[in-house]
């Protein structure tokens, strides 16, 4: 089986916001890998989940118990 990985944004190229092309890539049932800075995690989790896209991220998920609830 061949895998493929494509990375946002490319190797090149800074964009804090790169996650939304990414996303507008992926359909439902596809899986994302958050391994972003940590204050970033939440706002792309809710992205990636209100799509509908399964979500593997590096700890900790989230900084606050109310980024916790609202993931949830």
Known sequence: MKSHF???PDN????PNA???ALK???KGDIASIFTPDDTHFMI???VLERGIHL???KPVVKTLKEHQ???
């Open 12 to 15: 090149k190229t800074v964009d």
């Open 45 to 47: 989790a809710k992205a």
């Open 25 to 27: 890539t992926m359909k």
């Open 56 to 58: 593997m991220i590096t």
């Open 19 to 21: 996650y939304m092309e």
């Open 6 to 8: 494509e990375s946002f």
């Open 70 to 72: 609202q993931l949830v």
